[in-house]
């Protein structure tokens, strides 16, 4: 049978059988918030996974609220400041390039009265801090610019940002999803007031998450009830998941340098080789900070779902932009906002790398591209 090639890691990295195995100690254990021994064993679990997530971070345990994912992060932070801060104002930034978890909850917060202004990018993805820091305005009552960018793994310049929101008294929310464990995740250096992070993309299981919120920044909860997280995100502790994330995340961080370099390596060994096979080929961000291990390569002349699709049956599976544009003929919001919507028809795909990528898998992606590409130009759906 044919090996299959994953090369959608940013979509979800598998889990690691380290982090299974952390996950299956706390399995049959009891609610960290009773008070019998099961419960405190529970409450042990749950916080000694905390302390080991801020000590990554470099913030205090108390700073870190669990949730069920990076959507539910992003959320919290950004619907949690805006109605926190609602008696200062209801204007609210953030760049054009954010998830939908962020985008979807700004036209939520639109319907209850807010004002949002989107900052673009230049035509490499990247926001420059000086119209950032023009946007913000004395009612400005949340700024959120993701760390990077899930479709084109573009680098944004955070401590700036965060500074210039800062100066004008702006609570400033960073989507850290895509960055962890791959660049440095210190709060204080990074000078945020809200960080998301999701365990998924880095190995832990999915459907949990964290945010950091720094010490006295107000943020409204999103989810009520027994007031679990210090009343912040109520709900019983999925005490499972947060054992795996801890471990997921040590393990990420512990082994970032030399990950950055293998994927960042595979990256450009791919992006060389259909440099020279496919020569229109468009390689979205290739000169700005990006994360090592995504490769956006926009094709001009060719949908994109036929060739997602030629590639699937060639055992390689990659994404368009992002899971969410694939079925839509427009550029995903991305893309558009690098070079505007009048592009014309072309593919966007997105090869994300992972810990076990080789060279061999991307020789091979690199030799098969450039036929299912001239097939699908020349119009025939299904490769021979
Ligand atoms: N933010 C970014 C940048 C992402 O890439 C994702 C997931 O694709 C999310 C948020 C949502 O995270 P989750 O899948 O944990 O809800």
Excluded: W
Excluded at 25 to 49: F, K, Q, W, Y
Excluded at 223 to 236: A, D, K, L, Y
Excluded at 253 to 263: G, H, K, L, Q, V
Excluded at 370 to 379: T, V, Y
């Amino acid at each position: 049978m044919m090996e299959r090639i994953y090369l959608d890691y940013a979509a979800t990295a598998p889990m690691r059988p380290e982090v299974i195995e952390a996950m299956r100690a706390p399995e049959d254990c009891a609610n960290p918030s009773s008070l019998h021994a099961e419960g405190r064993r529970a409450r042990t679990i749950v916080d000694d996974a905390r302390a080991r997530i801020a000590a990554i971070l470099r913030c205090k345990p108390s700073e870190i609220v669990f949730t069920s994912g990076g959507t539910e992060a992003d959320n919290f932070a950004i619907a949690g400041a805006a109605r926190a801060g609602r008696a200062r104002g209801r204007h609210i930034v953030a760049s054009a390039i954010e998830h939908h978890a962020v985008l979807r909850t700004l036209d939520a917060l639109r319907d209850e009265g807010a004002e949002v202004t989107l900052v673009g990018v230049d035509a490499n993805g990247v926001i420059d801090p000086n119209i950032f820091a023009a946007a913000l305005r004395s009612d400005t009552v949340a700024a959120s610019v993701m760390y990077a960018n899930n479709e084109i793994g573009t680098i944004q310049p955070v401590r700036a940002l965060a500074d210039a929101a800062h100066a004008r008294k702006v609570p400033f929310v960073c989507d850290a999803v895509q960055a962890a464990g791959a660049l440095p995740l210190d709060t204080g250096a990074l000078g945020v007031d809200a960080l998301a992070l999701s365990a998924h993309k880095f190995g832990g299981p999915k459907g949990i998450g964290a945010l950091y919120v720094r010490d006295g920044t107000p943020l409204s909860p999103l989810i009520h009830g027994g007031g679990q997280e210090r009343g912040r995100r109520s709900g019983t502790e999925n005490v499972a998941a947060i054992a795996g994330f801890a471990m997921a995340l040590e393990l990420a961080e512990r082994e970032r340098d030399a990950y950055c370099r293998a994927t960042a390596s595979l990256r450009d060994r791919l992006e060389a080789a259909l440099a020279k096979s496919l020569p229109d080929a468009r390689i979205n961000g290739k000169t700005a900070p990006r994360l090592p291990n995504v490769s956006s390569i926009t094709l001009p002349g060719i949908p994109v779902e036929p060739l997602l699709i030629a590639l699937d049956l060639e055992g390689i599976a990659a994404s368009a932009g992002s899971a969410c544009a694939t079925g839509s003929l427009e550029p995903s919001h991305v893309i558009a906002a690098l070079y505007g919507r009048a592009a014309g028809t072309a593919a966007t795909l997105r090869f994300s790398l992972g810990r076990s990528t080789t060279a061999a898998e991307i020789d091979r992606l690199a030799a098969i591209l450039p036929r299912l590409a001239a097939l699908q130009r020349e119009g025939t759906a299904t490769p021979v």
